[in-house]
């Protein structure tokens, strides 16, 4: 929060630079770093026929 | 001063029946009684006090559709005192009532692992090679959607127009942190341009501002008057603007800050500013710009991005804490306004940042990363097929539980919350008496349970959510043997004989 008021204070969007990160510095690099495993597992376990598992995901409307 | 935010979730799962030939409602029924043959739930669900039609703008919409109420198929009270049940083509399960956002939070990780449960049973069941599918998502990709509702105890003596006019300015913009996120669009509008993935499951289905249907013409606002409590004192808030979260932490920032913006409104401290001018296009319009940079126009005239009116209506929280008592909240308020705040921060500075949490920024990494990866064009339906089994329900398929998104419930205390009820609520009660005297129950429902006796039915009325906990009835309950005991303490004053039974 102190953050944002600092950032607001100070004039809105441009000074996002000026303002630390709310997350962790580093946060995003380590977080691309992860994904080319997450995309080895998702080869893994993706529908094997992802066409027809589309198409054949019909639903009912709710509510 | 605000009341309690008593709170809770409705989510209808998508189904899909593979190596069997039967109707979505028929599957929906096959995997609910899975769970509820077991002696751990109630199967009877007292339909009296259900008035889905009653518009809580006093006036009847002569457009509107009467809400159908199915009473036929499997129908279940647990013993954590949530509903289990199959609404339309869906299976749905209901939270209990919840005294604080990280509560309700529990309950619906609970559903999740009850709806997991269900489909391991269904299987042992279910023809070789044949099971049971269930997707925690909104949509089909195809023009259908199903809802995750949302429920907040709201005053009665807030007008609603008044609450509903400032609200829906948190329904357009919440979606920058609470949207599960979408491959492609749905019910598209001439001259609209398409885009390939946009932040939420649910925008492409709203086409009203206020109203009472949930299912045609769905409104931003919902105005079912159906407040399950003392009528007099008491509004229940039926929220249908909302996607189903896989991240817990959007689930808890869900319920967190809409509760806190309704408690806010209560205590007259909503900035007026914020209310938008045409929120019917605003929730489109944000949900198809994961840039976060489209504007809309706010009623005082000036143009702000979804982000902007988040970070003000965050700001706005915040002073209204300052006055706040410390339980707010269930006790969560500022937990929860410091995680809000440092998500918008992310969101600003940088929306891969926030992946870890948002559901839209974690999907649209795995579509963005599986396309480059493969060469993929936009319309591939492997991009399709990675959207929807990112809510597969299934541990082995479930594409969400692979996108490293940080937890906050210990599955320990969920695996206990799919047995126990919470003890802050009327759930304690409802669900302490399906657990100890499920012979004895002739139905039940959020606000009452109706035992059999030897002189006839008896309804014990549980009009005020925040009674029946366990610090009200807990040494009622222990120390009692049976339901004549209970009924005799609780007097004549607390129980209302019934008449017949309807029959449901």
């Known amino acids: ?63 | 001063m605000a009341i309690p935010k008593v709170c809770g979730i409705e989510t209808e799962y998508g189904i899909v029946a593979r190596g069997l030939d039967v109707t979505p409602t028929v599957a929906s029924s096959l995997l609910v009684n899975a769970f509820s043959d077991d002696g751990l739930s109630l199967r009877v669900w007292d339909f009296v006090g259900e008035t889905p039609h009653v518009d809580a703008r006093g006036e009847w919409d002569a457009r509107s559709e009467y809400p159908h109420v199915e009473s036929l198929m499997a129908n279940a009270v647990l013993t954590n005192g949530a509903r289990y049940y199959v609404d339309h083509a869906h299976p749905e399960v209901s939270t209990p009532e919840c005294a604080s956002p990280s509560g309700a939070l529990l309950y619906d990780r609970a559903g999740e692992l009850i709806i997991e449960e269900s489909m391991r049973r269904a299987a042992t069941r279910l023809p070789e090679g044949a099971e049971l599918v269930a997707y925690k998502n909104n949509s089909d990709g195809k023009g259908n959607s199903y809802g995750c509702h949302e429920n907040y105890l709201v005053a009665r003596d807030l007008p609603f127009g008044l609450l509903s006019r400032r609200i829906t300015a948190h329904f357009v913009t919440r979606q920058v942190f609470c949207g599960a996120g979408k491959v492609g669009v749905e019910q598209p509008r001439d001259g609209e341009p398409g885009v390939p993935f946009q932040l939420s499951q649910r925008a492409d289905f709203f086409e009203e501002e206020v109203g009472l249907e949930t299912t045609i013409r769905r409104p931003i606002v919902n105005t079912r008057d159906e407040p399950h409590a003392d009528p007099l004192r008491f509004r229940r808030l039926h929220v249908i603007a909302g996607d189903a979260n896989m991240s817990q932490t959007a689930t808890w920032l869900k319920l967190g800050t809409t509760a806190m913006v309704l408690s806010m409104i209560e205590d007259g401290g909503f900035p007026e500013s914020l209310v938008i001018s045409d929120p019917v296009s605003a929730v489109r319009q944000i949900s198809h710009d994961r840039t976060l940079r489209r504007t809309v126009r706010t009623a005082d005239g000036r143009d702000l991005t979804a982000l902007d009116i988040q970070h003000e209506l965050c700001d706005a929280v915040d002073r209204w804490l300052d006055a706040a008592p410390d339980d707010t909240v269930g006790g969560e308020g500022r937990a929860i306004h410091a995680e809000w705040s440092r998500i918008l921060g992310g969101l600003s500075d940088d929306p891969v940042s926030v992946a870890p949490w948002v559901d839209w920024v974690a999907k649209h990494r795995l579509v963005e990363g599986y396309a480059a990866r493969h060469s993929l064009a936009a319309h591939d339906p492997r991009l399709r097929a990675i959207d929807l089994q990112y809510h597969d329900m299934r541990p082995g398929r479930c594409l969400a539980r692979r996108a490293g998104l940080a937890t906050l419930v210990d599955d320990r205390d969920a695996m206990l919350a799919v047995e126990r009820p919470p003890e802050d609520t009327r759930a304690y009660f409802r669900g302490e008496c399906v657990r100890r005297f499920p012979d004895r129950i002739v139905s039940a429902n959020w606000d009452g349970i109706v035992f059999e006796t030897p002189d006839g039915l008896v309804r014990v009325p549980m009009m005020d959510p925040l009674k029946g906990t366990r610090e009200l009835t807990g040494d009622l309950l222990s120390s009692v043997s049976d339901v004549d005991q209970l009924l005799d303490a609780l007097g004549g004053g607390s129980t209302e004989r019934v008449d017949s039974d309807p029959g449901w």
């Open chain 1, 1 to 63: 929060m102190q953050e944002r008021a600092k950032k607001h204070a100070s004039g809105g969007r441009e000074d996002e630079q000026v303002d630390a990160p709310a997350a962790p510095s580093g946060t995003s690099d380590r977080i691309k770093a992860e994904l080319d495993d997450i995309l080895d597992e998702i080869d893994g376990v993706l529908e094997e026929n992802a066409e027809e598992f589309v198409k054949n995901y019909v639903q009912k409307g709710g509510e």
